[in-house]
């Protein structure tokens, strides 16, 4: 286990080597890879354990039972997930959570931490780091609610665009998703969003190869 890999990741931020490796054995932390397409946690079953992506990435997804797909959030590497279904682990999972690509995920028991009675320093720093993950979590969601309110598809897309840009800080930037994975993160029918897509780069508006996109101002 890289231990300054993951001491630059949210949970472990401001932890010494030696707290992280007794956090690690004290959560009864296991790191398993799973390849691309790979479902790795799935709706309706329960979790005690939360998951740090060490490489790859993975998508959360809602799918019903008419086949239909609606991607919530992208988790990169060094992110999370899981986390509120770890800490409330009577709690069905309501979504699927799969490999964007093949990834090594770290799995960590982290329910105890709420009714530990520790005092170790590594503790009650882990307890202020899961806090910020919420937080962020929560700026997570509300992003996306931004991103699907426009009632067309060519709303829709710019506003995801225009997130992505000042996230990056550049105009001409790579996104996460293919497009189908777009389409079901933006509550799109795939063909209808590449067609305005294609109107958007004739209008001048953007300009895209792939997964590539240039604003264009």
């Known amino acids: 286990m890289d231990i300054l890999k993951l001491a630059k990741t949210t949970l472990f931020k401001g932890m010494s080597e030696d707290d992280i490796k007794q956090s690690l054995s004290e959560l009864k932390s296991t790191e398993l890879f799973y390849e691309k397409n790979t479902t790795i946690l799935s709706a309706g079953q329960l979790t005690d354990k ?7 990435s993975v998508t959360i ?9 609606t ?5 990169a ?15 069905v999972m309501l979504v699927d959570v799969r490999a964007n690509e093949d990834c090594s995920i770290l799995f960590l028991e982290i ?3 709420l009714s530990d009675t520790s005092t ?4 009650k720093m882990m307890l202020k780091n899961l806090l910020m993950i919420t937080a962020q979590k929560n700026l997570t969601l509300s992003g996306r609610s931004f991103h699907t309110s426009p009632k067309n598809a060519r709303n829709r897309i710019l ?7 000042i ?8 996104i996460p998703f293919d497009r189908q994975q777009l389409a079901d993160y933006l509550n799109l029918e795939r063909t209808n969003m590449s067609k305005e897509l294609g109107r958007m780069q004739s209008d001048g508006i953007i300009e895209f190869r792939k997964n590539h996109f240039k604003l264009i101002g």
């Open 167 to 174: 996230q990056k800080n550049s105009s001409e930037f790579d």
């Open 111 to 113: 329910g105890g931490l």
């Open 77 to 91: 590497t060094g992110q999370f997930f899981a986390e509120t279904y770890a800490i409330l682990p009577e709690s």
């Open 71 to 75: 991607i919530l959030s992208h988790i």
């Open 120 to 123: 170790s320093p590594w503790w």
């Open 159 to 165: 506003a995801y665009l225009n997130t992505i840009s």
């Open 61 to 69: 997804e809602s799918n019903d039972v008419w086949g239909n797909c």
């Open 50 to 56: 939360m998951g740090l992506v060490l490489s790859g």
